[in-house]
């Protein structure tokens, strides 16, 4: 691993580039592996010391390197069909036969999502071979201050490391999330210098944080993790959310993330695999001096239902509880209804939403419509996968399609 990383730092060399790709992470070296097979000269440069960074630190450290579901339903866009061409010439299929060639160990979990066994860097790894092997030079912490186009249709960048001439370039410098890792928005500020539309960014697949009010109350259940499905207008996620010190957490509550619009509810069915006033209904019947509480706690955390219901309510046996009771009883439990206040915003988030507006660009070959020999690549574009190998799967296939033609 130190060794190729060493290699990707060596000096630019003079020999004619024909393509700069800036940012040195999944979508722009499966770009600079693919130009590189092609015989391009090609040039990654990234102001970071090491590249992808975000390849390392993903999916726990395992990288969720793609899923086994794979269609254009599982993408966030102003244009949702602007992703289908590229994530159907370059499939999940095509990233797994590469990861089947370097031999590395992957499981499923959940939902068809695929990590490692053993370590993202497994993946960083394989695609720093792949580069190396296709003659792509590597050049960290290097600065871009300014790109032209010449006359002669060439680009032009000023960098830390001296100018550089290219036929075609790739901005494939990521969203915002988690500056701390190198996130900029060079890649949105070029797109406007070359007069392409930027739409809104946000923080997406994040935690959200509460209100005041349901802080206090939910302070003391930090810590539980609940399956349920959470919705927001016609979209519902089923998997755990988990309580923090901070708000709501856990892969359903990310998916929602980015779909939840700031001052709107989110609806919270916290027993999606039972009724649970018919439930209420027949353990009364059966069971008459149950109390409510030892009822529920079948189901749920008792400290959740204890801050979720009345506590007199709650020490009632249910021979003395009425159905309209049980009726409000379930409203709580399957429609548990809660208006976040924000969300932990990029220094926490997955992914950023928006961005250069596809529309703008060719499906077939991420080129800019405006500017010829510009393309843009990955999370940078306005398309935005749902967790689960969903982001790391765009990244691939859009950086495959201009690395076919750069
Ligand atoms: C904590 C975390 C975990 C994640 N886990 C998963 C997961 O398991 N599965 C999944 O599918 N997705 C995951 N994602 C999302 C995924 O990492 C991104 O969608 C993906 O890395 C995007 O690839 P990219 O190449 O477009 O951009 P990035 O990976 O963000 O790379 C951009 C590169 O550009 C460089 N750069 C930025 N600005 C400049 C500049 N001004 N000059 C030079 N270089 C610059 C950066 O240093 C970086 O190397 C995770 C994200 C985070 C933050």
Redesign the pocket.
Known sequence: MSDTLTKASTTITNKAIDVVI?????????CAIEAGKRGRKVVV????NK?????L????G??????YNIDAENFISHNPLFCKSAISRYTQWDFIALVNDYKIPFHERKHG?L?CDDS?KDILTMLLSECAHAGVQIKLK???HGIQKTANEQFSIETSAGLLHCQSLVI????L??PK????P??YNLAKQFGHKVLATSAA?VPLTLQNNDKAWLADLSGIAVDAVVSSHSISFRENILLTHRGLSGPAILQISSYWKAGEPININLLPDIDIESFLKNRQNEQPKTHLKTALAEHLPKRLVAALLDEDLLDKALQSISHQRFNEVAERLHQWQIKPNGTEGYR????TLGGVDCDELSSQTMQSKKTDGLYF????VDVT?W?????????WS??WCAGQVV
């Open positions: 800036i940012g040195a992470s999944a979508s722009g070296l499966m440069i990234d102001h970071s590249a992808g960074k975000k390849i630190m993903s999916g726990g395992r990288c969720n390197f793609t899923n999502q990590f993202a290097c600065d871009v494939a410098t990521g969203g999330s988690i890792m190198g996130a900029t060079f890649g697949l926490t988030a997955e992914v690549i990955g999370e940078v996968g967790l689960g190998g969903y982001n790391f799967q765009w990244a859009s950086g």
